[in-house]
């Protein structure tokens, strides 16, 4: 309980400093719009954190075949979804405001597009598939295997061909400013505990279904 205290106001002071503390941006053609970037970056961040966390449960089910792994796996990637989803939406309207329309299939936009794809997929697999254990399995190697195209299609796809997008905003020394810099990675570390704290909720209620299921 201490812990979700402590994210809660951690996540209120990320939001009001996002408001109240950062300035608007320079080169921006509305400076204010710039703000949205601690909680799209965040996002897309939190979503490469599940898919990863998926993964590595998906290889613990492989390799000991226990269904509370697949679970784990299934619960991680369904909160990447959510998040990526989250990070789509966000960009779509800094784009509108920004750019005139929320979607202008720009690299970065057509990546996270696909990547959506590729776990909607996942779940559509593991609703198609009878037996629990023959589903767990495939959805465990799908899982492995779509988490391969996750670095490329969030890093480095984006960065081969021309963009809308600035880069290297985080790690060039012109990039972001340090007020921008200090409020996105608070709320990169508060997004990355939000979601620990969803994959919690997530596993614990899996486990309630799961358990009145075999009652």
């Keep these: 309980m201490m812990l979700q205290s402590l994210l809660g106001v951690w996540m209120c002071g990320v939001i009001l400093a996002a408001f109240l503390w950062l300035p608007p941006a320079k080169g921006f053609q509305y400076p204010e719009a710039a703000r949205i970037i601690v909680f799209h970056v965040p996002n897309a961040m939190a979503a490469v954190l599940a898919f990863l966390v998926s993964t590595v449960y998906a290889i613990k089910h492989l390799r000991g075949r226990n269904p509370?792994?697949?679970?784990?796996?299934?619960?991680?990637?369904?909160?990447?979804?959510?998040?990526?989803?989250?990070?789509?939406?966000?960009?779509?309207?800094?784009?509108?405001?920004?750019?005139?329309?929320?979607?202008?299939?720009?690299?970065?936009?057509?990546?996270?597009?696909?990547?959506?794809?590729?776990?909607?997929?996942y779940f559509a697999l593991r609703s198609s598939v009878e037996g629990s254990d023959r589903r767990a399995a495939l959805s465990s190697a799908y899982a492995i295997i779509a988490f391969v195209t996750v670095p490329f299609l969030v890093f480095v796809v984006p960065?081969?061909?021309?963009?809308?997008?600035?880069?290297?905003?985080?790690?060039?020394?012109?990039?972001?400013?340090?007020?921008?810099?200090?409020?996105?990675?608070?709320?990169?570390?508060?997004?990355?505990?939000?979601?620990?704290?969803?994959?919690?909720?997530?596993?614990?209620?899996?486990?309630?279904?799961?358990?009145?299921?075999?009652?």
């Design 68 to 121: 509370a792994d697949d679970a784990k796996s299934a619960a991680s990637a369904q909160l990447g979804l959510l998040f990526a989803l989250l990070a789509a939406v966000t960009g779509a309207v800094f784009a509108k405001i920004q750019w005139g329309s929320a979607w202008n299939w720009d690299p970065r936009q057509t990546t996270i597009l696909i990547l959506l794809l590729i776990y909607a997929a």
């Design 159 to 215: 960065r081969m061909t021309s963009s809308l997008h600035p880069s290297d905003t985080l790690t060039s020394r012109g990039g972001l400013g340090t007020q921008y810099r200090i409020v996105l990675f608070s709320a990169m570390a508060g997004f990355a505990g939000l979601y620990l704290w969803m994959f919690r909720l997530s596993v614990a209620l899996a486990e309630i279904r799961n358990g009145k299921k075999g009652v």
